[in-house]
């Protein structure tokens, strides 16, 4: 068995399941052993066990460093 996943605040990922909402993507929000995510569909936050998080990760969208973000780059 592999190590944790490695997850970063900001990364985006599709879940197994959709969230009753219909979205199925989440913005991952803290990292520790537990994880939140939140749900870009409706707003909605969530915070699981980091194994049960991990197991129902389908697979990552987008890597946090991938996200543009609002700061001009530096050069």
Not at 12 to 27: E, F, I, L
Not at 32 to 60: N, Q, Y
Not at 64 to 72: I, L, R, T
Request: hydrophobic share 35%; net charge positive.
């Amino acid at each position: 068995m592999s190590g944790p996943l490695p997850l970063q605040v900001g990364d985006t990922v599709q879940m197994r399941k959709q969230h009753p909402c219909g979205g199925d993507t989440w913005r991952i929000v803290r990292v520790g052993a537990d994880i939140g995510i939140r749900c870009l569909t409706c707003d909605r936050k969530v915070l699981l066990p980091r194994a049960e998080c991990e197991r129902r990760i389908k697979r990552i969208v987008a890597r946090a460093a991938d996200v543009p973000s609002d700061q001009p780059s530096p050069d």
